[in-house]
Nanobody, 117 residues
C-alpha cells in the first residue's frame, strides 16, 4: 500500500517562503513523475509543478520563477520550495505521484498553505 505524506504547509506573510515535502512509502514504490497540485474552494485541482525521474520539470505559468520542485529518488521524496508567496497562492496543496506501467496514480492527503498578512 503506497502512501504519500506531505508536510510543511502553514501560514505565511505575503512575500514569504515555505517548503513543502512529500515522502512516499510502500514496498517497491517507484514513480515516473512526482509533483504538486493545488486546489481552492469551487475550483478544479491544478498542476503547480512536477518532475520526472530523469529530472525534467514542468511548472504552471503562475509559479514560474518563484517555485522550485526537486526530488530525491533515493528517498522517494519530492519537495516544493515556494518563494515570493502571494495571497493568490493560498490553497490546499496535494502531492501526486504517477507510474506509467502498470498505470498508477497516488495522492497525498493535502496540506493547507495560507498566505495572508
Amino acid at each position: 500500500q503506497v502512501q504519500l505524506v506531505e508536510s510543511g504547509g502553514g501560514l505565511v506573510h505575503p512575500g514569504g517562503s515555505l517548503r513543502l515535502s512529500c515522502a512516499a512509502s510502500g514496498s517497491g514504490f517507484s514513480a515516473n513523475v512526482m509533483g504538486w497540485y493545488r486546489q481552492t474552494p469551487g475550483k478544479q485541482r491544478e498542476l503547480v509543478a512536477s518532475m520526472t525521474s530523469g529530472g525534467s520539470t514542468n511548472y504552471a505559468a503562475s509559479v514560474k520563477g518563484r517555485f522550485t520542485v526537486s526530488r530525491d529518488n533515493a528517498k522517494n521524496t519530492v519537495y516544493l520550495q515556494m518563494n515570493s508567496l502571494s495571497p493568490e497562492d493560498t490553497a490546499v496543496y496535494y502531492c501526486n505521484a504517477v507510474k506509467f506501467s502498470p498505470h498508477s496514480v497516488w495522492w497525498g492527503q493535502g496540506t493547507q498553505v495560507t498566505v495572508s498578512s
